[in-house]
T-cell receptor, first 117, second 112 residues
Framework: AQTVTQSQPEMSVQEAETVTLSCTYD???????LFWYKQPPSRQMILVIR??????QNATENRFSVNFQKAAKSFSLKISDSQLGDTAMYFC??????????????FGSGTQLTVLP | EAQVTQNPRYLITVTGKKLTVTCSQN?????MSWYRQDPGLGLRQIYY???????DKGDVPEGYKVSRKEKRNFPLILESPSPNQTSLYFC???????????FGPGTRLTVT
């Protein structure tokens, strides 16, 4: 079974600053995907970024980037130039790719990020 | 517009009264899933379906049923709702690749 841990229930950052959200996971799988989802007050789940475990290069999407450390089973999200619209709950999620895994998506408990003006 | 829709968005019901939450996707996705979200627990998978007529239990299936008679629809059925099923429910779908799931807008269910 997979577990995903987000140890920071709440974080805050000043507008235009950089913030890093932590995520660790536990799995015996070798091939998998990791995701960061954003849930703003509207409750909609929005995909922020995706990382494939077999790729060593860290994924980036505009102001969002990850630090993927496979050996340490760590997957942190860095948000640069934080904006007020980044205020949301952020979830780290894991899905294995092995046959028969059915691509279950396991979520962490979330980090509530508040961007301060 | 590519999307996952859920209905109703809000529902208040009483213990024991059967209800169905519908989920539909227009992206021809094979995979569909239901999650519940509770404070401090993140999202937990209830049931999932790899394709038509193929469904299986997730992490918290007790008290729920699903069916997948058509590729686009994946309803969630609560035969006898109880207060501990009060939660925010999400339906999601995805293709075989690139694996990320697309979520519906959520259904806020309250069972009194």
């Amino acid at each position: 079974a997979q577990t995903v841990t987000q140890s920071q229930p709440e974080m805050s950052v000043q507008e235009a600053e950089t913030v890093t959200l932590s995520c660790t996971y536990d799995t015996s799988e070798n091939n998998y995907y990791l995701f960061w989802y954003k849930q703003p007050p509207s409750r909609q789940m929005i995909l922020v970024i995706r990382q494939e475990a077999y790729k060593q290069q860290n994924a980036t999407e505009n102001r969002f980037s990850v630090n993927f450390q496979k050996a340490a089973k760590s997957f942190s999200l860095k948000i640069s130039d934080s904006q007020l619209g980044d205020t949301a709950m952020y979830f780290c999620a894991f899905t294995p790719l092995s046959s028969g895994s059915a691509r279950q998506l396991t979520f962490g408990s979330g980090t509530q990020l508040t961007v301060l003006p | 517009e590519a999307q996952v829709t859920q209905n109703p968005r809000y529902l208040i019901t009483v213990t024991g009264k059967k209800l169905t939450v519908t989920c539909s996707q227009n992206m021809n996705h094979e995979y569909m899933s239901w999650y519940r979200q509770d404070p401090g627990l993140g999202l937990r998978q209830i049931y999932y379906s790899m394709n038509v007529e193929v469904t299986d239990k997730g992490d918290v299936p007790e008290g729920y049923k699903v069916s997948r008679k058509e590729k686009r629809n994946f309803p969630l059925i609560l035969e006898s709702p109880s207060p501990n099923q009060t939660s925010l429910y999400f339906c999601a779908s995805s293709r075989q690749k690139p694996y990320e799931q697309y979520f519906g807008p959520g259904t806020r269910l309250t069972v009194t």
